[in-house]
């Protein structure tokens, strides 16, 4: 991790209630934070964290086959996490994602105890459908996704119903998916054929087993 410090008291120049609009019509809560980093502490913390993590290609087993999967991750965090065949091994918060986690649950009012970090390079890097609901993380966990550098369009699709959600998500946003989102939709960042440039995405979460 660079030396640039990632201030546990940064300015925010967002209102501590304007996420409190539940944007699902129904079964869940997704609040979106658009400035919970001023762009200034968002740039440094992109900066940081672009040289200073440990990025991995990691390949999803799909039909007895290695796919590298389309973007770059790494995994922080006191406990170990599985999804989609992928075993990521425990590595210790840095004092700089501590910090940034420590600002995260002040404006969420939640815990958190580990961090999936992606690297989208450019607009062919992506994350198909899924749901965040590994036993792992409980019943109706909490996540926090905080989003720095190019914006991206984030989709939600509800699992039974014809519902559906589409989200530009900016530089220094944070979206918050709460009670039963996780259950009864589903999520994705879809590859864009717009020009973009890198995306890092950071999901706070609370693993419980
Ligand atoms: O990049 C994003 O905005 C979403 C990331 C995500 O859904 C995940 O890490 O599970
Ligand atoms: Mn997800």
Redesign the pocket.
């Known amino acids: 991790m660079s030396k640039a410090k990632i201030s546990s008291a940064p300015n925010v120049d967002a209102s501590p209630r304007s996420h409190q609009t539940n944007l699902l019509p129904r079964d869940g809560e997704v609040y979106l934070i658009e400035r919970m980093l001023t762009i200034t502490e968002a740039d440094r913390v992109l900066a940081c964290l672009t040289d200073g993590v440990d990025w991995h290609q990691e390949q999803a087993s799909l039909f007895g086959r290695k796919i590298p999967l389309p973007r770059l991750t790494a995994w922080y965090g006191d406990h170990g996490y599985r999804y989609s065949g992928i075993d990521h091994q425990p590595a210790l918060l840095t004092p700089e994602l501590r910090a940034l986690k420590a600002l995260v649950e002040r404006r969420t009012s939640a815990e958190f105890n580990s961090v ?1 970090i ?1 690297l ?1 390079r450019d607009g062919q890097d992506s ?1 198909g459908w ?1 749901s ?1 609901d590994e036993p792992s993380l409980g019943n109706e966990p909490e ?1 926090a ?1 905080l ?1 720095l550098g190019a914006t ?1 369009r ?1 989709h939600l699709k509800h699992r039974t119903a014809d519902a559906r959600l589409s989200l530009d ?1 900016a530089h220094g946003s944070c ?1 918050i998916m709460r009670g039963r989102c996780q259950a009864a939709w589903r ?1 994705q ?1 879809p590859k864009t054929k717009r020009p973009v440039g890198a ?1 890092i ?1 950071l ?1 706070f979460r609370k693993i419980i087993a």
């Open positions: 999936l992606n989208y994350m899924h965040d996540i996704s989003s991206r984030f998500l979206l999520h960042v995306r995405n999901t």
